[in-house]
């Protein structure tokens, strides 16, 4: 599934995945073999390729001509894309999209070739052997658009409201990759308005930007009890004819920042989070539309109202499905655990603000999006590393300043950023990697930030907290690793976060159970991740009623004094 509503009603779009493809390996004893393949997959997931690190070669046919625009939601990790054998474009990074554009292409039966590639090298400074699995394939949908010289590039709507009126600054961008300058006349439909542009002039080969602001009365606000949703139908009209035309969604929510509070349509929230990775045995990481709609349904059983999307963009529909669901979501740029080393890569500063570039722009719309997070548990301890975050949080803030931003750090009273994102978020593990009581952990280092760094004042979020266990496991000892002691930790983690003052409130990880890079067998039982509330099959741990019953027994709202 592409998206959960129709994006287009006048462009042309046809998903190319979502049926068999001709799948070929390039290393080792299978290279050069055909199998037909579902997609979007991961080759994790078929038969003796559970282990495959190399690159493999994705094939199909299609029938089109003229102008046409290939989107490519999701490929695993580096793709380089052919077109009848010629190469058209390349792209690095799995989570976020990227599109080609081909012009005048030849009537006909055409063949896409897309080579994926999921190995560590020098060459890639994000995806590396690290506590989750950089999977390999073409694991999120790929779109085949039939456009014309003119097509809306995108839309950005930005709702605020001044006193008691609610108001949208539009930016509307329209692209022509033809040949000669065009005068156009632009629409957007919304909420019963017409927002118009008369007689635009868009040069050859390049794009032009519109902005208006408008005003709104009578609506309603989107939130977690009320996630009503609006749709925006932008339109180009070339000569009094409708030539193009997106389709998006967005709800009048507001987020902001008062002091060491985290409001939303100006009530003070409380975070009950989880962290949520995107991996299933049964899919890697490319999960269909029914197993990421079942994961939001635990999650809302739960009595969670925030998802963080650990460690990098998510898949669109899982971001359409919290727009309509009315669940929270931090969602991050793609780095985990990077050391000073791994940051100092030539190429690192250059794909962590490529995928803040992708980001942003296509998620710009989502309700549910509240904080922009990057590099969780970097060197935010060292100079450079400052000197990253400083450069990413920059970016974001010219990108968008409609939303907070945070990083989520793991220096313990030694991280010397504090003072460059809006929010102050902590990983910590009190109970599991070592024994201090959760309230007085907590406590000691909320003072720490408050006393000793230029985070003070600031709304501060435990970013992760929880404990390991593996399904099925019990012991006299209730140690840990076992499922009772899993479940009392979290108990009293939880109630350390939501009653430590100043404390916006929390993620716990994880959401459930995931597949770790081989390299890190040695600290993770059975190759996993085995801190998730339910393991990598969505069975319940005994956790799970613990968490529940925690989540429900706190409102998602705080008093403001």
Same mark, same amino acid.
């Given at each position: 599934?592409?998206?959960?509503?129709?994006?287009?009603?006048?462009?042309?779009?046809?998903?190319?995945?979502?049926?068999?493809?001709?799948?070929?390996?390039?290393?080792?004893?299978?290279?050069?073999?055909?199998?037909?393949?579902?997609?979007?997959?991961?080759?994790?997931?078929?038969?003796?390729?559970?282990?495959?690190? =190399?690159?493999?070669?994705?094939?199909?046919?299609?029938?089109?001509?003229?102008?046409?625009?290939?989107?490519?939601?999701?490929?695993?990790?580096?793709?380089?894309?052919?077109?009848?054998?010629?190469?058209?474009?390349?792209?690095?990074?799995?989570?976020?999209?990227?599109?080609?554009?081909?012009?005048?292409?030849?009537?006909?039966?055409?063949?896409?070739?897309?080579?994926?590639?999921?190995?560590?090298?020098?060459?890639?400074?994000?995806?590396? /052997?690290?506590? %989750?699995?950089?999977?390999?394939?073409?694991?999120?949908?790929?779109?085949?658009?039939?456009?014309?010289?003119?097509?809306?590039?995108?839309?950005?709507?930005?709702?605020?409201?001044?006193?008691?009126?609610?108001?949208?600054?539009?930016?509307?961008?329209?692209?022509?990759?033809?040949?000669?300058?065009?005068?156009?006349?632009?629409?957007?439909?919304?909420? =019963?308005?017409?927002?118009?542009?008369?007689?635009?002039?868009?040069?050859?080969?390049?794009?032009?930007?519109?902005? !208006?602001?408008?005003? %709104?009365?009578?609506? #309603?606000?989107?939130?977690?009890?009320?996630?009503?949703?609006?749709?925006?139908?932008?339109?180009?009209?070339?000569?009094?004819?409708?030539?193009?035309?997106?389709?998006?969604?967005?709800?009048?929510?507001?987020?902001?920042?008062?002091?060491?509070?985290?409001?939303?349509?100006?009530?003070?929230?409380?975070?009950?989070?989880?962290?949520?990775?995107?991996?299933?045995?049964?899919?890697?990481?490319?999960?269909?539309?029914?197993?990421?709609?079942?994961? +939001?349904?635990?999650?809302?059983?739960?009595?969670?109202?925030?998802?963080?999307?650990?460690?990098? /963009?998510?898949?669109?529909?899982?971001?359409?499905?919290?727009?309509?669901?009315?669940?929270?979501?931090?969602?991050?740029?793609?780095?985990?655990?990077?050391? +000073?080393?791994?940051?100092? #890569? /030539?190429?690192? !500063?250059?794909?962590?603000?490529?995928?803040?570039?992708?980001?942003?722009?296509?998620?710009?719309?989502?309700?549910?999006?509240?904080?922009?997070?990057?590099?969780?548990?970097?060197?935010?301890?060292?100079?450079?590393?400052?000197?990253?975050?400083?450069?990413?949080?920059?970016?974001?803030?010219?990108?968008?300043?409609?939303?907070?931003?945070?990083?989520?750090?793991?220096?313990?009273?030694?991280?010397?950023?504090? =003072?460059?994102?809006?929010?102050?978020?902590?990983?910590?593990?009190?109970?599991?990697?070592?024994?201090?009581?959760?309230?007085?952990?907590?406590?000691?280092?909320?003072?720490?930030?408050?006393?000793?760094?230029? =985070?003070?004042?600031?709304?501060?979020?435990?970013?992760?907290?929880?404990?390991?266990?593996?399904?099925?496991?019990?012991?006299? !000892?209730?140690?840990?690793?076992?499922?009772?002691?899993?479940?009392?930790?979290?108990?009293?983690?939880?109630?350390?976060?939501?009653?430590?003052?100043?404390?916006?409130?929390?993620?716990?990880?994880?959401?459930?159970?995931?597949?770790?890079?081989?390299?890190?067998?040695?600290?993770?039982?059975?190759?996993? #991740?085995?801190?998730?509330?339910?393991?990598?099959?969505?069975?319940?741990? +005994?956790? %799970?009623?613990?968490?529940? !019953?925690?989540?429900?027994?706190?409102?998602? %709202?705080?008093?403001?004094?």
């Amino acid at each position: 599934m592409i998206r959960t509503f129709k994006t287009h009603e006048i462009r042309n779009q046809i998903e190319l995945t979502n049926k068999l493809w001709d799948f070929s390996p390039c290393e080792g004893d299978l290279a050069e073999k055909v199998y037909q393949v579902s997609t979007p997959s991961c080759w994790e997931t078929y038969p003796n390729f559970s282990n495959y690190r =190399g690159e493999a070669v994705y094939s199909t046919h299609f029938f089109a001509e003229g102008n046409i625009r290939l989107e490519f939601k999701g490929v695993s990790h580096t793709a380089t894309i052919f077109l009848d054998g010629v190469e058209i474009g390349s792209h690095y990074n799995a989570y976020t999209s990227f599109s080609l554009i081909v012009r005048n292409l030849k009537r006909g039966e055409h063949l896409l070739e897309v080579k994926a590639d999921n190995r560590f090298s020098n060459e890639s400074a994000l995806h590396i /052997p690290n506590d %989750y699995m950089s999977y390999g394939g073409i694991s999120r949908p790929i779109v085949l658009e039939m456009i014309g010289d003119l097509y809306i590039q995108s839309m950005q709507i930005t709702p605020f409201k001044e006193k008691t009126k609610w108001k949208l600054e539009v930016e509307l961008l329209v692209n022509n990759i033809g040949t000669k300058k065009e005068r156009v006349d632009l629409e957007i439909n919304i909420a =019963g308005q017409s927002i118009k542009w008369a007689d635009i002039e868009v040069d050859k080969q390049s794009d032009k930007k519109v902005t !208006q602001q408008v005003s %709104y009365e009578n609506i #309603n606000e989107w939130s977690p009890e009320s996630p009503d949703l609006y749709y925006a139908k932008a339109t180009i009209y070339k000569h009094g004819n409708a030539v193009d035309d997106l389709i998006d969604r967005f709800g009048f929510r507001e987020v902001s920042i008062v002091e060491n509070s985290i409001l939303l349509n100006r009530k003070k929230l409380r975070i009950k989070g989880l962290c949520r990775h995107e991996d299933h045995p049964q899919f890697g990481c490319a999960l269909p539309y029914a197993a990421i709609e079942y994961d +939001l349904k635990i999650a809302e059983h739960l009595g969670a109202n925030s998802l963080r999307t650990a460690h990098y /963009p998510n898949d669109e529909v899982f971001l359409d499905l919290c727009d309509e669901k009315g669940i929270l979501v931090w969602e991050e740029n793609h780095a985990r655990g990077l050391s +000073l080393e791994d940051m100092q #890569n /030539p190429n690192f !500063q250059k794909q962590a603000a490529n995928v803040i570039k992708e980001m942003i722009p296509l998620h710009y719309n989502h309700p549910s999006i509240f904080i922009w997070g990057i590099l969780n548990e970097c060197a935010s301890h060292t100079e450079y590393g400052k000197e990253c975050y400083q450069r990413q949080f920059e970016l974001i803030k010219k990108l968008d300043q409609s939303r907070p931003h945070s990083f989520a750090s793991c220096q313990f009273k030694t991280d010397i950023c504090f =003072g460059l994102p809006d929010i102050v978020s902590y990983n910590i593990y009190p109970l599991w990697y070592h024994d201090t009581p959760a309230k007085e952990y907590l406590s000691d280092l909320y003072q720490w930030v408050q006393e000793k760094t230029d =985070g003070r004042g600031k709304p501060f979020i435990v970013s992760e907290i929880g404990a390991g266990a593996i399904y099925g496991y019990r012991n006299p !000892q209730n140690s840990k690793w076992t499922e009772d002691y899993q479940a009392a930790a979290l108990k009293e983690q939880i109630k350390a976060c939501m009653e430590q003052p100043g404390c916006s409130g929390v993620y716990l990880w994880q959401f459930c159970d995931i597949r770790v890079s081989d390299e890190w067998f040695g600290g993770r039982p059975r190759t996993m #991740n085995n801190k998730g509330i339910v393991d990598e099959y969505r069975r319940r741990k +005994l956790a %799970y009623d613990v968490v529940k !019953q925690a989540f429900e027994s706190y409102s998602s %709202y705080i008093e403001i004094e």
